[in-house]
């Protein structure tokens, strides 16, 4: 298969001939000319299409402020010298901040990610903080008008430097979690999702059955709401929530406070590779209260064999919980 390459000097002539033809004031002897030019080589018809492509894409655009934001000095540049060779240049500029447009709209998107049992402080450039826990992913996107993260997995808290004119927007599926200066936490876990405000007002939105955007809550500090990422309109309503509790992640501690014990154990085993196996549903609904250091896996079966008269057997890839005998 042959593989046309298009050298600078054809892309510069391309837009040269495309900038003749928008001006509207071509002769038939120039039209002659470009006709002759595209006959002549392939790469020439490749350059003119690939110019008058991206030029669509320019018209598409024209109301964007980023691109507008590039564009004065080339204009002005134009208005100084007046003659239609300058406008291939500026085609060529026009070109290039619209597909850096396009990419950075789609593909710019710093992605940051912890492993199991690993936590991580990013501090963003506009001076906002992300903690994430343990087997998380979060990306993050910023634009002139707003910051947009993107929780994929897991959990994260976020501290929020203020700017009221870029709001701060964490997607979560189909919903969003907006604040301008606060400080919150997001996880979302085996399809649900859990906002926590620790400062400031958060505000949730979520998609409708048509994808609408509809407003779900509104919270201040101490205040929480669950809902099913699918179904958002199932959720708690805002109720009030344990700071310490949601937050003990960021000090290397899980905080249980009357869990059943089959639920703490699954959030124990977030933490972990060596997971903890409740064999049975003996001890499932029994309650267990007490903050344990992540990592110390010790500290857990001593309370489960002392609370429960639980009995272990534990090896390298697992600890196996049974009922008393």
Same mark, same amino acid.
């Given at each position: 298969?042959?593989?046309?390459?298009?050298?600078?000097?054809?892309?510069?002539?391309?837009?040269?001939?495309?900038?003749?033809?928008?001006?509207?004031?071509?002769?038939?002897?120039?039209? =002659? #000319?470009?006709?002759?030019? &595209?006959?002549?080589?392939?790469?020439?018809?490749?350059?003119?299409?690939?110019?008058? +492509?991206?030029?669509?894409? $320019?018209?598409?655009?024209?109301?964007?402020?980023?691109?507008?934001?590039?564009?004065?000095?080339?204009?002005?540049?134009?208005r100084?010298?007046?003659?239609? +060779?300058? &406008?291939?240049?500026?085609?060529?500029?026009?070109?290039?901040a619209?597909?850096?447009?396009?990419?950075?709209?789609?593909?710019?998107?710093?992605y940051?990610?912890?492993?199991?049992?690993?936590?991580?402080?990013?501090?963003?450039?506009? !001076?906002?903080?992300?903690?994430?826990?343990?087997?998380?992913?979060?990306?993050?996107?910023?634009? =002139?008008?707003?910051?947009?993260?993107?929780?994929?997995?897991?959990?994260? @808290?976020?501290?929020?430097?203020?700017?009221?004119?870029?709001?701060?927007?964490?997607?979560?599926?189909?919903?969003?979690?907006?604040?301008?200066?606060?400080?919150?936490?997001?996880?979302?876990?085996?399809?649900?999702?859990?906002?926590?405000?620790?400062?400031?007002?958060?505000?949730?939105?979520?998609?409708?059955?048509?994808?609408?955007?509809?407003?779900?809550?509104r919270?201040?500090?101490?205040q929480?709401?669950?809902?099913?990422?699918?179904?958002?309109?199932?959720?708690?309503?805002? $109720?009030?929530?344990n700071l310490?509790?949601? $937050?003990?992640?960021?000090?290397?501690?899980?905080?249980?406070?009357?869990?059943?014990?089959?639920?703490?154990?699954?959030?124990?085993?977030?933490?972990?590779?060596?997971?903890?196996?409740?064999? !049975?549903?003996?001890?499932?609904?029994?309650?267990?209260?007490?903050? @344990?250091?992540? !990592?110390?896996?010790?500290? &857990?079966?001593? #309370?489960?064999?002392?609370? @429960?008269?639980?009995?272990? $057997?534990?090896?390298? +890839?697992?600890?196996?919980?049974? !009922?008393?005998?």
């Open positions: 298969m042959n593989v046309e390459v298009v050298d600078e000097a054809i892309r510069e002539q391309a837009a040269d001939w495309l900038a003749r033809c928008d001006s509207g004031a071509m002769s038939a002897a120039e039209q =002659r #000319a470009l006709d002759r030019w &595209l006959a002549a080589d392939a790469r020439h018809r490749l350059a003119f299409a690939q110019c008058r +492509q991206l030029g669509l894409m $320019t018209e598409l655009l024209r109301d964007d402020p980023e691109l507008n934001a590039d564009l004065p000095p080339v204009r002005k540049a134009v100084r010298r007046g003659r239609w +060779q300058w &406008l291939g240049a500026v085609a060529a500029v026009v070109l290039v619209v597909t850096v447009l396009l990419v950075r709209a789609h593909f710019a998107i710093d940051y990610q912890t492993a199991i049992g690993a936590q991580r402080v990013v501090h963003l450039d506009d !001076g906002s903080t992300l903690m994430l826990n343990t087997d998380s992913r979060v990306g993050v996107r910023y634009s =002139r008008g707003q910051r947009d993260l993107y929780l994929d997995r897991g959990e994260a @808290f976020f501290m929020v430097a203020k700017n009221h004119r870029r709001p701060f927007v964490v997607h979560v599926r189909d919903s969003e979690v907006r604040a301008v200066g606060t400080a919150f936490n997001v996880a979302l876990r085996a399809g649900d999702v859990r906002v926590a405000v620790t400062q400031g007002i958060v505000e949730v939105k979520a998609a409708d059955a048509a994808g609408k955007a509809r407003h779900l809550a919270m201040l500090p101490g929480g709401i669950d809902y099913p990422a699918a179904h958002p309109q199932h959720n708690s309503g805002v $109720t009030p929530v310490e509790k949601v $937050t003990a992640w960021q000090t290397n501690r899980i905080y249980f406070d009357n869990d059943r014990l089959e639920d703490a154990i699954a959030e124990y085993n977030r933490y972990t590779t060596r997971k903890v196996v409740l064999v !049975g549903d003996e001890l499932a609904d029994e309650r267990i209260s007490g903050v @344990f250091n992540i !990592g110390d896996p010790e500290a &857990l079966v001593f #309370a489960l064999q002392q609370g @429960f008269d639980a009995r272990v $057997t534990e090896n390298d +890839q697992r600890i196996l919980v049974l !009922g008393p005998r």
